[in-house]
């Protein structure tokens, strides 16, 4: 058996011949326009079953609105939609196979996605703990077995959605364009940091993930293993605010930004090297091995 030589990630989009510089524009200009008519949808469920009040604190209270079950299924749903609408935006432009967001090894690879989690996941978990016995920063405790069954759904999709937009459509056009992947990982962080809420110290933080987590896309010629590392950190602390360990705020503090900054190195290099030795990353479907004869 020989196996096909896997393409460049990154630049992935490139090798299609269907490929213009100016569609990813208009898959995100449809995206965007898709999400905006799902996001009103998704209000207007939310106003109907929680009413005005709680409505406005869903839309103006921040992060800090996710240390409650509603607000935090509201705001990962919020996120969650963006996955559909690249998907939609995708068949409407017809710009290239939906499945070369994912990979250039052939398409989403579950198993790869769950043992890349396993790790990381422990490690921010107990990270976490002892963050939260040193510092004191614990919230209130909600634990319900539906809320955490719920959690184990939105999570994952949450994160793998981000994924896809980032590191899938951001980073794969950008590298397209510009052909040097190390400056697609870089800009993609920075748009990363400054599309989430935080203060500047709290975006300094999402930025460094971004650049750890494009990496991560970037070596394994796929987004699994940084959509695994990305539910790690994001299970985990969801998993810990439910519990009352931390909670969750919009202003982050340097002390905060330092664990978080190197926990997020660390175990982002540990993951690289761990499937870097077990191989994870030449892991390709059958439909893409060929027969000798």
């Keep these: 058996m020989t196996v096909k030589e896997i393409s460049e990630y990154i630049t992935f989009p490139r090798t299609f011949e269907k490929y213009r510089w100016y569609k990813p524009i208009l898959v995100f200009?449809?995206?965007?326009?898709i999400y905006l008519i799902f996001n009103l949808l998704l209000i207007a469920i939310f106003y109907a079953i929680c009413g005005e009040n709680i409505m406005v604190q869903l839309l103006h209270g921040g992060y800090e609105v996710m240390n409650?079950?509603?607000?935090?299924?509201?705001?990962?749903?919020?996120v969650i939609i963006m996955l559909p609408s690249l998907y939609l935006a995708n068949k409407i432009v017809k710009d290239r196979p939906f499945s070369s967001y994912s990979s250039s090894r052939g398409g989403w690879n579950t198993q790869l996605y769950l043992k890349a989690f396993i790790i990381p996941f422990i490690l921010f978990l107990v990270v976490g703990i002892i963050e939260s016995v040193i510092l004191g920063n614990g919230g209130n405790y909600h634990f319900t077995i539906l809320f955490f069954i719920i959690l184990l759904i939105v999570v994952p999709?949450?994160?793998?959605?981000?994924?896809?937009?980032f590191r899938g459509l951001l980073m794969q056009t950008l590298g397209s364009w510009f052909n040097i992947p190390l400056l697609a990982i870089i800009l993609q962080a920075?748009?990363?940091g400054f599309t989430h809420g935080y203060n500047g110290i709290g975006n300094i933080g999402i930025i460094i993930s971004g650049l750890v987590m494009g990496f991560l896309a970037w070596k394994a010629n796929g987004l699994e293993v940084s959509s695994a590392f990305h539910t790690?950190?994001?299970?985990?602390?969801?998993?810990?605010?439910?519990?009352?360990?931390?909670?969750?705020?919009?202003?982050i503090v340097m002390s905060d930004l330092i664990i978080s900054t190197m926990s997020t190195v660390i175990f982002g290099i540990l993951l690289y090297y761990i499937g870097k030795r077990s191989n994870w990353f030449g892991e390709i479907p059958e439909t893409l091995q060929e027969d000798d004869s």
Excluded: D, K, R
């Design 232 to 251: 790690a950190n994001n299970l985990s602390f969801s998993l810990l605010v439910m519990f009352g360990i931390q909670s969750t705020t919009s202003t």
């Design 190 to 192: 920075i748009i990363f």
């Design 29 to 33: 200009i449809i995206g965007a326009i």
């Design 68 to 78: 409650s079950e509603i607000g935090e299924i509201y705001s990962h749903l919020g």
């Design 157 to 165: 999709l949450q994160c793998i959605a981000e994924e896809y937009v």
